[in-house]
């Protein structure tokens, strides 16, 4: 029987390896750019078209190469960075592997022009699928350039499984963010389809945040530093105030690497522990220097998972660290009890005498409160009803509401809850968060934000799927900046946008112009804010299955609509209720959660025995 076992040939193992190492066109950016720092580069420029499936090209003015070792750098575990096993735990290189320009070779049609500053001339190389097309000596500057066109052309699989260009962008601009994060001494710059995205010049790491997540994100940084003779934890992490839903601005390094650990980022959570909304995340980037013979990092082919010996000491001093900085800077809570003082006694400031358990006793019975109540009661009452202004108005308050469906006819929710009266049994709230209302068979509770985002996410895809939209004009036009990375999402988004009666315009990479907003939208509603929570919505769904029309509804709902903690009059409970219960599908919010709950009457009785 002959043998069946054979050695594969290299440009198919080349491809098994790359299926490893290149799963996207960020991980192309990611491999090149680390190469380009590891070459000692002061200057490193990413020139990138239609989301990298075109042309990725690296452009340093590192050490360059000479022409063997320019053809050697393309062989499976060729490298300069280690010459032995042990080498592996004292690595301060970003690359070590010896498997990344082999394995992007194996896949796409590779250029590489590289010179050294002695050499007269460079050198010019040619590989398609692991083979050597032309090797000749070229006139470039110092250093080297790597150009990477029709990635995934020969495994037309892989290609077909890349995402909309948008998405693939997002991806790039991650690895871009990470490498230049950890590099504040080195200029970067990011240019896509002919525009430029960043220009980030040499400086410290407090300006390098600010150039890649945005001028706004200077307000919201608080330094971290903690020296031991174990680690050395320093960088930033954001006031609680400006946490978000997602966790992309969030930054681990370990000896200049990023690294993603779950572990740690529970440790930095913790420290945070009763500053922050529920679901939300707070913005971090922290450098953590180490002896590398306590951490293993060849774990994982994209090295962005690594051991350490003792993980909770390092555990515990990163959740220190971060809380004693949030103290330091007065972020921390203050004890506050949340008494209700409706009947404390109001005792005069008097110093304690002889007398004073006197004046106390005397003291009187009232709200001192009662006045900031009432005031508040009418802000949030003046403010609702200019977030109700964009529902359909038309309804009678007074009258007695039957549920039922659009096409009046009897369903099983029409069974289940019945026929109420406004006037007999109102709905009241609880919590500030759930509308109880009555009901022929019992009564049921109502998540008053998961409701009204059904109610805006039914209206908002009607305008969509109609074109109809209805713009209120501003008085004076708004200019808004967003992050460079969030620019390339709102641009994508904004012929949708517009379509829900928002009139936004770009006005520059990462700047733009509201000269009107949704006539839905409640007077006085911070602008900026109000985007920078749709892209974020946005962002959460971006990978989910829905066209962009579903994901901008979806988010547009999540943004408008009333959040719990809101206190809501009767009106515009009984409003929420008339609303939900007119949507075709009232049962669920556009992210899934349940909008209302029943409670039968005799299982109640039968409860209380």
């Given at each position: 029987?002959?043998?069946?076992?054979?050695?594969?040939?290299?440009?198919?193992?080349?491809?098994?390896?790359?299926?490893?190492?290149?799963?996207?066109?960020?991980?192309?950016?990611?491999?090149?750019?680390?190469?380009?720092?590891?070459?000692?580069?002061?200057?490193?420029?990413?020139?990138?078209?239609?989301?990298?499936?075109?042309?990725?090209?690296?452009?340093?003015?590192?050490?360059?190469?000479?022409?063997?070792?320019?053809?050697?750098?393309?062989?499976?575990?060729?490298?300069?960075?280690?010459?032995?096993?042990?080498?592996?735990?004292?690595?301060?290189?970003?690359?070590?592997?010896?498997?990344?320009?082999?394995?992007?070779?194996?896949?796409?049609?590779?250029?590489?022009?590289?010179?050294?500053?002695?050499?007269?001339?460079?050198?010019?190389?040619?590989?398609?699928?692991?083979?050597?097309?032309?090797?000749?000596?070229?006139?470039?500057?110092?250093?080297?350039?790597?150009?990477?066109?029709?990635?995934?052309?020969?495994?037309?699989?892989?290609?077909?499984?890349?995402?909309?260009?948008?998405?693939?962008?997002?991806?790039?601009?991650?690895?871009?963010?990470?490498?230049?994060?950890?590099?504040?001494?080195?200029?970067?710059?990011?240019?896509?389809?002919?525009?430029?995205?960043?220009?980030?010049?040499?400086?410290?790491?407090?300006?390098?945040?600010?150039?890649?997540?945005?001028?706004?994100?200077?307000?919201?940084?608080?330094?971290?530093?903690?020296?031991?003779?174990?680690?050395?934890?320093?960088?930033?992490?954001?006031?609680?105030?400006?946490?978000?839903?997602?966790?992309?601005?969030q930054f681990f390094f370990v000896n200049d690497r990023f690294i993603k650990s779950s572990y740690l980022n529970h440790a930095v959570m913790t420290a945070f522990e009763d500053l922050l909304p529920s679901g939300h995340h707070p913005l971090y980037v922290l450098f953590i220097e180490i002896d590398p013979a306590r951490v293993d990092i060849n774990v994982h082919p994209t090295k962005q998972e690594i051991k350490f010996d003792d993980e909770r000491l390092l555990y515990n001093y990163l959740k220190v660290t971060v809380r004693h900085a949030l103290a330091q800077y007065n972020i921390t809570p203050t004890l506050d009890f949340e008494t209700d003082n409706t009947f404390a006694p109001v005792v005069p400031k008097y110093p304690r005498t002889e007398n004073y358990t006197e004046r106390k006793s005397n003291a009187v019975y009232s709200a001192p409160?009662?006045?900031?109540?009432?005031?508040?009661?009418?802000?949030?009452?003046?403010?609702?009803?200019?977030?109700?202004?964009?529902?359909?108005?038309?309804?009678?308050?007074?009258?007695?509401?039957?549920?039922?469906?659009?096409?009046?006819?009897?369903?099983?929710?029409?069974?289940?809850?019945?026929?109420?009266?406004?006037?007999?049994?109102?709905?009241?709230?609880?919590?500030?968060?759930?509308?109880?209302?009555?009901?022929?068979?019992?009564?049921?509770?109502?998540?008053?934000?998961?409701?009204?985002?059904?109610?805006?996410?039914?209206?908002?895809?009607?305008?969509?799927?109609?074109?109809?939209?209805?713009?209120?004009?501003?008085?004076?036009?708004?200019?808004?900046?967003?992050?460079?990375?969030?620019?390339?999402?709102?641009?994508?988004?904004?012929?949708?946008?517009?379509?829900?009666?928002?009139?936004?315009?770009?006005?520059?990479?990462?700047?733009?112009?509201?000269?009107?907003?949704?006539?839905?939208?409640?007077?006085?509603?911070?602008?900026?804010?109000?985007?920078?929570?749709?892209?974020?919505?946005?962002?959460?769904?971006?990978?989910?299955?829905?066209?962009?029309?579903?994901?901008?509804?979806?988010?547009?709902?999540?943004?408008?609509?009333?959040?719990?903690?809101?206190?809501?009059?009767?009106?515009?409970?009984?409003?929420?209720?008339?609303?939900?219960?007119?949507?075709?599908?009232?049962?669920?919010?556009?992210?899934?959660?349940?909008?209302?709950?029943?409670?039968?009457?005799?299982?109640?009785?039968?409860?209380?025995?």
């Amino acid at each position: 029987m002959a043998d069946v076992i054979k050695l594969l040939p290299d440009s198919i193992a080349n491809q098994i390896a790359a299926g490893e190492v290149i799963q996207r066109p960020a991980s192309v950016v990611k491999e090149l750019m680390e190469n380009a720092v590891d070459a000692g580069s002061t200057n490193i420029k990413l020139v990138i078209k239609d989301a990298g499936k075109t042309l990725i090209q690296v452009i340093d003015n590192g050490c360059g190469m000479s022409e063997t070792d320019a053809r050697m750098s393309f062989e499976r575990h060729a490298t300069s960075k280690i010459k032995k096993a042990k080498d592996l735990f004292s690595i301060r290189t970003m690359g070590f592997r010896g498997e990344a320009l082999a394995s992007i070779a194996a896949i796409a049609h590779v250029e590489m022009r590289t010179r050294r500053a002695n050499d007269e001339v460079g050198s010019r190389l040619v590989v398609e699928g692991s083979e050597v097309k032309t090797q000749e000596s070229c006139q470039c500057a110092p250093g080297t350039i790597f150009a990477v066109k029709n990635l995934f052309y020969n495994v037309p699989a892989r290609r077909n499984f890349l995402k909309t260009n948008t998405v693939e962008m997002r991806h790039i601009i991650d690895e871009f963010q990470r490498v230049a994060l950890a590099h504040p001494d080195i200029f970067f710059s990011l240019h896509h389809n002919a525009s430029e995205m960043f220009h980030l010049q040499a400086g410290n790491m407090r300006q390098r945040i600010v150039g890649l997540l945005g001028q706004h994100t200077n307000k919201k940084l608080v330094p971290v530093e903690e020296e031991t003779d174990i680690v050395t934890i320093r960088g930033y992490v954001g006031k609680a105030e400006f946490a978000k839903k997602t966790r992309g601005e969030q930054f681990f390094f370990v000896n200049d690497r990023f690294i993603k650990s779950s572990y740690l980022n529970h440790a930095v959570m913790t420290a945070f522990e009763d500053l922050l909304p529920s679901g939300h995340h707070p913005l971090y980037v922290l450098f953590i220097e180490i002896d590398p013979a306590r951490v293993d990092i060849n774990v994982h082919p994209t090295k962005q998972e690594i051991k350490f010996d003792d993980e909770r000491l390092l555990y515990n001093y990163l959740k220190v660290t971060v809380r004693h900085a949030l103290a330091q800077y007065n972020i921390t809570p203050t004890l506050d009890f949340e008494t209700d003082n409706t009947f404390a006694p109001v005792v005069p400031k008097y110093p304690r005498t002889e007398n004073y358990t006197e004046r106390k006793s005397n003291a009187v019975y009232s709200a001192p409160s009662s006045i900031n109540q009432e005031g508040r009661h009418k802000n949030n009452l003046k403010n609702w009803q200019k977030l109700y202004d964009g529902l359909d108005d038309g309804e009678n308050p007074e009258e007695s509401v039957t549920i039922e469906s659009k096409a009046s006819e009897k369903t099983e929710l029409d069974d289940k809850l019945g026929t109420f009266s406004k006037e007999e049994k109102p709905p009241y709230q609880i919590h500030n968060t759930y509308i109880v209302s009555q009901i022929r068979s019992g009564f049921m509770l109502i998540d008053q934000q998961a409701a009204h985002e059904r109610i805006l996410y039914e209206k908002y895809m009607e305008v969509l799927e109609n074109q109809e939209p209805v713009t209120q004009k501003e008085l004076f036009t708004k200019t808004i900046k967003v992050a460079p990375a969030d620019a390339e999402l709102l641009k994508d988004m904004l012929e949708q946008i517009n379509l829900l009666g928002f009139d936004i315009r770009e006005l520059g990479t990462d700047t733009f112009v509201i000269h009107g907003m949704p006539s839905g939208i409640a007077a006085g509603t911070d602008e900026q804010e109000l985007i920078e929570t749709l892209i974020e919505q946005y962002k959460m769904n971006i990978d989910i299955t829905a066209n962009i029309k579903e994901k901008i509804a979806r988010s547009m709902a999540y943004s408008a609509s009333v959040k719990r903690g809101k206190s809501l009059t009767i009106p515009e409970m009984q409003k929420v209720i008339d609303k939900l219960f007119a949507c075709t599908m009232p049962y669920k919010s556009p992210g899934g959660r349940t909008c209302f709950m029943t409670y039968d009457l005799e299982e109640l009785n039968k409860s209380f025995g």
